[in-house]
């Protein structure tokens, strides 16, 4: 996905860095995501999920917060919410990664564009991370603060943000909410126990929902629990945003943009459509979508179904309904009969009609017959003209 760095002054006055992931056409909306007490804009989690939002439409601005301090926290998400306002347009999805996910709950009530909240393994109060580094309470009690190793990194803590975490009342800034609320959590998480879920989706009012994440971890280091999260979080939070504006006709109604994961996976755009497209495992891809011949089958099948059923109703018979079968093998040309071609292998695609309805035999071989002339099956078999060229630029 196209990933663009921005920088953009933060609560604080500091600047902060981040980077905008955006499809491969028009955004459908612009979404925020807030990274964990460890991770980073650049962390697998921040990363996956935001590029897999972008991947449905939606283009994801992440950032690196600007301190530790969850009240600095809390600014920085409205200090990027204002920018996304001024210079793209103003977040209708705010997502957060454990405290990140504290973070836009917190937040959400501050920035009266957002439409949507969701939080991927977040603790109820915000002061459950300060598990992390019970054993070094004492010293930073005494001194004023503490350098603590945190997921390999060292960090330094102070009492200041303890004593912040500690004046956050979670179960009013939940109840307050008054936004649509997507709880993810894994029932494995073992950094932040799947009961601050419970915690959250109770406390919050309706209309709220939780998703398992079974098998992930709590920093959803595979990306297929990402791809995962990313791909329903944006079917549901599609509920609550606008309809995507028709758009103007380009040159090309299709066009088709390396998704930029994995070795394959290819975005589609069709008009307002989107879809994906990979290669299976077995082929070297991760099998994200469907591959290209299930797709040319898709289009025939489609094709075949929708000619079927106007015929079928133009003649006001019984179909009731119309399923097409397919299937794409590569053969010896000298198995088909009818073939002109005599040597060498030839392509074979085997299609099997099932009609449902109170049709008599000269109805089913009828609409037999006129399966074959749908239009794509007409294009499949005449000559087709595929003129290719490069260009400098992707066309708008």
Known sequence: MPTETIRFPGAQGAEIAARLDTPAGPPRAYALFAHCFTCSKDSKAAAYVSQALAGQGIATLRFDFS????????DDLVAAADWLRKNRMAPQILAGHSLGGAAVLAAAGRIAEARAVATIGAPFEPSHVSHLFSSSIDEI?????????LGGRPVRVSRRFLDDLGKQKAAETIGALRKPLLVF??????????????????AA??????????????LLTRHEDAQYAATVLAAWASRYLDPPAEEPQAIANVRVVEAGEGRFAQLIQAGRHRLRADEPAAAGGDDSGPGPYDL????????????VRMYADQKKWPLARVTVDL????????????????????DKIERVLTLEGDLDDAQ????????????????LHGEVWI???LTSTPPR
Not at 141 to 149: F, L, R, T, Y
Not at 327 to 346: L, P, Q, S, Y
């Open 67 to 74: 301190s530790l301090e969850f009240s600095s926290n809390i």
């Open 141 to 149: 009690n005494s001194k004023g603060e503490a350098s603590i190793n």
């Open 185 to 202: 959590h894994s029932p494995r998480d073992t950094i932040v126990d799947i009961d601050n879920a419970s915690k959250i989706f109770l």
């Open 205 to 218: 009012k309706h209309p709220k929902s939780f998703v398992s994440l079974e098998r992930a971890d709590h």
């Open 296 to 307: 040319l089958l898709a289009g025939l099948g489609a094709c075949t179904s929708m000619t």
């Open 327 to 346: 299937k794409h093998d590569k053969v010896h040309a000298a198995d088909c009969a009818d073939c002109e071609t005599t040597e060498g292998r030839i």
């Open 364 to 379: 089913r071989a009828r609409l037999l017959e006129i399966a074959n002339k749908c239009p794509v099956h007409r294009t």
């Open 387 to 389: 003129p290719t060229s």
